[in-house]
């Protein structure tokens, strides 16, 4: 689990940002080929853009404009430069910059990200806490109840029970949209579910190990108050693995709400993407998974910068 | 903690050897139902067809087109549907078991093909070390950075969805996290002393990596792969519901819960069984998941066994 045991050498952490940001390089360059290739299996776009009785000439001249008539090689080096031009090529729905029907999209799928994020946060720190700290209590029990149940529950089944609960019959929220809170609670509890169980596992471990320290015996030895004692010797060197899992679950979350944001017309990236795919709309699919991609890199490189300045172990090995 | 201290002449003997696991499960009451619970669901998914058959359940293929849409507990001219029927009349109940055989096979077979792929890198990353090492480990960094969930619709969108494509897409995205806990306790295997032994007493590598460090891996990875079968479901459900799984007629736990979704407003039983089920299920290997990580744990493993020989 530890992102620090993959780089089993020594080395500094100039050396390994810079490692992670070559390799960030081949993940993109491998994205782009499987995602270039696999989309164009998807379909024939023209056939889906033209009336059904349309002519085989029609169609010819359809494909002939789309430029999806020459040889797939070709295509793909054509898009190569366009990338290197920084261009990611046009919708051919809706006749706009892919990139920017992405960048359009993600305010949305970014609200609703950390939204969670926080929600989530502000109910399994205090419950992971409390239980490492009363092993064994009711309170401990409680929070182990949550972390399962919170990971067992399908996401998408959680969303359907919540609208029939809280829109159909109370018709305190809206079952789908995008704007003001009453658009987003909804969502943002249903996914929550799993994070904060996630979270919560993860917060009670590294606090149970941390707790068992000897440098937490010494501190008590030392006669400092209990509350410095946990605040600046115990949730300090636990909040390493707790960056860790953060990181896993905004990735999760920037990449996982698909189904949610289908559910609930969130007009995020997830949404974006599946309209494209059944629309066999290519460029839009491709940017948004380079997007996609670029920022799992973006989250994960500040994951290893605050794990370094968290542990400084880490920045002059 | 008060050290119970059943009898004097147990004290010599260690309680993990006189307390097999089993005995310990019996005295888990959740654990047990857990597992209960999984059984039978496996049991009535393998032999549906002879339920079917004795009459104890419905066709889950017959239609009524009369009783669409009905409760609960409903009496038709096909017989009592328990859990009520679907938008074409037919059984819940029948149509859930059936469902099982998918959504478990799915379940179980990607599990033995991830953990195959998982196990085998692994063991390899771990006992060969140096460049093989690295080059697998970058391979599991490399894949961990692709947006799984947009990369696998994706996928089977262009392979076309369907049950074997969609066991093989989890498969593939599914198998970093066994081959990294894999190679992280066959690297600290490696170096102790009964390897060590056998090493010099002329086993090959092979015989090595199978007799001496897989045995002692199967604890570990059973909680692993307990835990990762729920994700399986879960992800499985998610993708039949947005229509990239299993197709009908076939049924699956998700696909049902997606074509109730519809109803959600007049028909409430179509989304919150199948929901259950597979939330029960979950539930369940994540309960004996649990569970087995602390029947491993050698303080609680006494604890238990001092609480057990005292009753």
Redesign the interface.
Same mark, same amino acid.
């Given at each position: 689990m530890n992102r620090r045991q993959s780089g089993h050498r020594e080395e500094t952490l100039a050396h390994y940002v810079l490692r992670r940001l070559i390799q960030s390089l081949f993940v993109l360059a491998g994205l782009t080929i499987v995602v270039f290739f696999v989309t164009r299996q998807i379909g024939d776009v023209a056939r889906l853009m033209l009336p059904i009785d349309a002519t085989e000439q029609q169609y010819l001249e359809m494909r002939q404009m789309l430029g999806i008539n020459d040889p797939l090689i070709m295509q793909f080096g054509r898009y190569l430069l366009d990338l290197a031009r920084g261009d990611f090529g046009i919708s051919l729905w809706q006749n706009v910059p892919a990139m920017g029907l992405v960048l359009s999209r993600f305010p949305a799928t970014a609200l609703l990200a950390f939204s969670t994020l926080i929600f989530s946060l502000a109910i399994a720190l205090p419950v992971g806490i409390g239980a490492a700290l009363r092993p064994g209590s009711i309170f401990d029990r409680i929070a182990t109840v949550i972390s399962i149940f919170g990971l067992s529950v399908p996401t998408f089944w959680l969303a359907l029970l919540l609208i029939t609960v809280f829109s159909v019959q109370l018709g305190w929220f809206k079952t789908s949209g995008y704007g003001s809170a009453q658009y987003l609670i909804l969502p943002m509890l249903a996914i929550s579910a799993q994070s904060i169980g996630r979270l919560a596992q993860v917060v009670k471990t590294s606090m149970l190990d941390v707790l068992n320290a000897q440098y937490l015996v010494t501190a008590r030895s030392k006669g400092l108050f209990e509350s410095v004692i946990l605040i600046r010797h115990g949730l300090r060197n636990a909040l390493l693995p707790i960056v860790t899992i953060v990181g896993d679950e905004i990735i999760g979350l920037l990449n996982g709400s698909v189904v949610i944001e289908v559910i609930f017309g969130w007009p995020g990236i997830g949404k974006l993407t599946i309209d494209a795919i059944e629309r066999r709309d290519f460029a839009v699919i491709q940017a948004s998974v380079i997007f996609v991609a670029l920022l799992v890199i973006v989250v994960n490189l500040i994951v290893d910068l605050i794990y370094a300045w968290l542990d400084p172990r880490i920045r002059y090995s | 903690m008060s050290i119970a201290v059943p009898s004097l002449d147990t004290e010599t003997v260690s309680p993990r050897r006189r307390l097999s696991s089993w005995a310990l499960l019996r005295h888990d009451r959740i654990a047990l139902i857990a597992l209960i619970f999984l059984v039978s669901v496996a049991l009535a998914a393998i032999f549906a067809d002879q339920l079917v058959q004795s009459g104890l359940l419905i066709d889950p293929l017959k239609q009524n087109l009369l009783g669409r849409n009905k409760p609960p507990m409903f009496e038709s001219k096909l017989g009592l549907h328990l859990l009520g029927t679907d938008q074409l009349g037919r059984d819940l109940l029948a149509r859930l078991i059936f469902g099982a055989r998918i959504s478990l096979g799915v379940g179980v077979i990607t599990i033995i093909l991830s953990s195959i792929i998982g196990v085998t890198l692994g063991l390899i990353a771990g006992y060969r070390g140096g460049r093989v090492d690295d080059f697998i *480990?970058?391979l599991?960094? !490399?894949q961990m =950075?692709? &947006?799984? *969930?947009?990369?696998a619709?994706? !996928?089977i969108?262009?392979?076309g969805p369907s049950v074997t494509n969609l066991i093989l897409v989890l498969a593939l995205t599914r198998w970093m996290a066994i081959a990294?806990v894999t190679r /992280?306790t066959t690297l600290s295997l490696s170096q102790t002393l009964f390897v060590e032994a056998a090493r010099s007493l002329g086993a090959t590598h092979l015989r090595i990596v199978l007799f001496h460090i897989l045995p002692n891996l199967t604890s570990t990875l059973l909680i692993l792969v307990s835990l990762e079968f =729920?994700r399986v479901m879960?992800s499985e /459900? =998610?993708l039949s519901?947005?229509g990239m799984g299993i197709q009908p007629p076939d049924a699956s736990w998700?696909l049902m819960?997606a074509q109730g979704?519809s109803y !959600?407003?007049s028909a409430?039983w179509l989304?919150?069984f &199948?929901?259950l089920a !597979? /939330?029960?299920t979950?539930?369940s290997t994540?309960?004996l998941a =649990?569970w087995a990580r602390s029947v491993n744990d050698p303080v609680y493993r006494k604890r238990m066994a001092a609480r057990i020989t005292r009753h």
């Open positions: - | *480990m970058r599991v960094d !490399i =950075g692709f &947006p799984q *969930m947009l990369l619709l994706i !996928i969108y262009a392979a990294r /992280a =729920g879960l /459900a =998610g519901f947005l998700g819960l979704r !959600i407003a409430w989304v919150t &199948p929901g !597979i /939330a029960l979950t539930l994540n309960l =649990g």
